[in-house]
């Protein structure tokens, strides 16, 4: 009996994808940074959305004398989406615009994450808002799909 437990939490524990930090949303990219970033900035424009800043973090700590694996920032945003999100409640204004991390992990791995619209309406006390939440969630869904299939 306790040799069958004991197998079914490793068979469960294995079986289990890795965990992102609570509130974040991470996708495994087929691609390096800057190709995952390069996709992600066209297919945001393609769908109308507005790409305010592209911040390159391993490039700015390079310039200091630092090191950082490979990491960029795009941080985008429509207020069709944007405006009824802060009707729903204001003060997640200090989130938006949306924000991609596309980032190089210590085994050469490269991940596209993005902040969970839900977890962002729960920090936001935001209740009934419930079509918009659900079509940013698709949006990013959608988006980051694009930027990391091969």
Not at 27 to 52: C, I, P, Q, W, Y
Not at 63 to 89: D, H, S, T, W, Y
Request: proline share 6%; charged share 20%; glycine share 8%.
């Amino acid at each position: 009996m306790r040799t069958t437990i004991i197998a079914l939490i490793l068979v469960v524990g294995f079986a289990l994808p890795v965990l992102a930090e609570p509130g974040l949303t991470k996708v495994k990219s087929a691609h390096n940074v800057k190709g995952t970033a390069d996709r992600m900035e066209t297919v945001l424009k393609e769908k109308g959305m507005t790409v305010f800043l592209r911040i390159n973090h391993s490039e700015g700590a390079r310039k200091v004398g630092k090191q950082l694996r490979p990491m960029e920032l795009l941080i985008f945003g429509n207020p069709k989406v944007g405006a009824p999100l802060m009707q729903c409640g204001q003060t997640i204004g200090i989130d938006l615009p949306q924000k991609a991390l596309i980032w190089q992990d210590e085994s050469g791995q490269v991940w596209l994450t993005y902040n969970d619209p839900r977890y962002l309406a729960k920090r936001h006390g935001i209740d009934g808002c419930e079509p918009v939440l659900t079509k940013v969630q698709n949006a990013l869904k959608n988006f980051a799909r694009a930027a990391t299939q091969p």
